[in-house]
Each structure stands twice: as C-alpha cells, then as structure tokens.
C-alpha cells in the first residue's frame, strides 16, 4: 500500500486528484527534460478496476485507456465508448491468436504486438470489419519481463512484412516496452533509452511507416521514460490505487 497514491486506510481514493497529480508530474518531467509541453499523452490503465473507475476519470478528462485482458475489456468499453465516443482503449497485455477477433471491435490500438503470427491475425480480422487499427510493436528490453520481441531480427522480419504492404489495416504506430520490476535506476533507464535507439534506427530504416509512438513508463517509472524519450506513459496505480488481483 503506497500512502502517498491512495491516502490514509480506509480513505477514498480520489481519482481526480490523482489524475491532476499525474498531469502535474509528467508537465515536470516535460519541462525537465526539455521535451515540448504537452507531447507525452497519459494513459489511464483500468485493469482490474470497475467501469465506475473508468467513469470517474472520464469525468475528469481522461479520454485514454488501458486494459490487459480482453475478456474483461470487453465487457467494460464497449458501452462506455458506445455512450462517449471520444473515449478511446488500447490493449496493452500478452495477446492470443484468439482473442484478437473480439478486441479489434473495440480497441483503437493493440499495444502488445510481439510476433508476424499476431500482425497476420489482426489484419485478418480487421479486413473482415473493413477497419484499420494503430498497433505498437512490444520489445523486450528488460530482464524480468516476459513479453515483446527478444530478436531484433524477428521485429525486423514484421516491419519489413509492414513496409512491403502486406497488412493494409494495419498502422504501424510505434513501439513499447515495459522495463524490469527494479529499484536500480541505471537499469530502467537503460531499458527505455535501448527502445528509443532502436526506434530512431528502425524509423530510418523504414521511413515510409509512421513508428513515431514510444510507449513506456508505468507509475513506478513514467518520469524516467520521459526523460527517456516516452511520447506515452501507461499508469495504472497512481491513479486508480492498487489492484485486487482476487477479482
Ligand atoms: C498494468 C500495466 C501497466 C500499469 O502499471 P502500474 O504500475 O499500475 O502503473 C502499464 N503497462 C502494462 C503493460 C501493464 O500491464
């Protein structure tokens, strides 16, 4: 229980204040490090949270949303986003084959693209809805994290399939990353500075795709991935308070 996100016990968390907190705090990091004022968006990370949370910080402005799992994002967006169509969800958590069908109905960008197999399925079912969707490639670039490519040839081998046309409903936005569950700094900071490079290489390597999103940093993190480079944060915690995974 981190005191300083959620209050004393038994005290309701305020959703607002924490939004405004993080706002507050990703303008400094802005100004920090030199980035232009409000080029790094915010991403509310909703999993394991009610939709009445996901209310709450609509009503204070938030209009981006993360979710992990698709059965569960499914039955929290698609009525929120059916009444407010600004509201925009991103998956953000490891994808099967299978559940891509069900997500490109509501998502506006699969964050967590870590294989040629997962591009070919989505463009399958986006051709089939007749929609385009942004996704991110997911790279792995910390130790203790399971996901996201572990090759760059194999991340090469996708964009290249991107490049040559092959997935007209696809828009290949960018990258992601999460880095290692770690208090060493230098760790987190290499993790993140390793996608930023990557991602200037592979914007000039490919430069007919966009690639310009850098999706990193998670409440634990998020001021050093924008010092980094991070044109996204995703923060779950700090402004929805910890997650009951008994759920
Ligand atoms: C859960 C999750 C987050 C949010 O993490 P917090 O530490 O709660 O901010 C961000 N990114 C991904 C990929 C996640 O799975």
Known sequence: MNENMSGSIGEK????ENLELIRNRISEAEKK???TPGSV????????HPAEAVVEAFNAGQLLF?????QEASEKFPPLIAQHPELSVHMIGQLQSNK??????FADCIQSVDRLDLLREIEKQCAKLDRRIKILFEVHTGEDSKSG??????LIESIKECAEGAFPHIIPDGFMTMAPFTDDEKLIRKSFSTLRELSQKLRSQFPSLPLTELSMGMSG???IAIEEGSTLVRVGTAIFGERDYTK
Request: hydrophobic share 35%.
């Open 13 to 16: 968390i305020s959703i607002k």
């Open 33 to 35: 490090s030199g980035r």
């Open 41 to 48: 968006k915010l991403m509310a990370v909703s999993k394991f």
């Open 66 to 70: 993360g979710e992990n799992r698709v």
């Open 100 to 105: 891509v069908k069900k997500a490109v109905e």
């Open 149 to 154: 490519y572990t090759t760059e040839e194999a």
């Open 221 to 223: 993190d998020f001021e």
